[in-house]
């Protein structure tokens, strides 16, 4: 069974940054897709940013040009870095990951945004 471990998560003013880390127990190279979700209350999980194989990622259209996923493949880890925060990117962080063997997701961050 594959674990994934959200961490990062906190409370930030508007305008401020966090970065989640998310620790995969097994290699990350034996996924062909990553990704982060998130889920505000009273909100279907929305995806956040979404890397595939060989090298493509793409990014929801309220996090462009604020959000960027990387990994570390030494690390097994998987991050999302987060920028300019408001108060609507407030909700549960979700890391995931898909395999010829199943997917897997984690239990999630919570991130909240507010002055």
């Known amino acids: 069974q594959v674990q994934l471990v959200e961490s990062g998560g906190g409370l930030v003013q508007p305008g401020g940054s966090l970065r989640l880390s998310c620790a995969v127990s097994?290699?990350?190279?034996?996924?062909?897709?990553m990704a982060w979700y998130r889920q505000a209350p009273g909100k279907q999980r929305e995806l956040v940013a979404h890397?595939?194989?060989?090298?493509?990622?793409t990014y929801g259209d309220s996090v462009k040009g604020r959000f960027t996923f990387s990994r570390d493949d030494a690390k097994n880890t998987l991050y999302l870095q987060m920028s300019t925060l408001k108060p609507e990117d407030t909700a549960v962080y979700y890391c995931?990951?898909?395999?010829?063997?199943?997917?897997?997701w984690g239990q999630g961050t919570q991130v909240t945004v507010s002055s």
């Open positions: 995931f990951t898909a395999g010829v063997r199943g997917n897997y």
């Open positions: 890397f595939i194989k060989p090298g493509i990622t």
């Open positions: 097994r290699s990350i190279d034996s996924f062909y897709a």
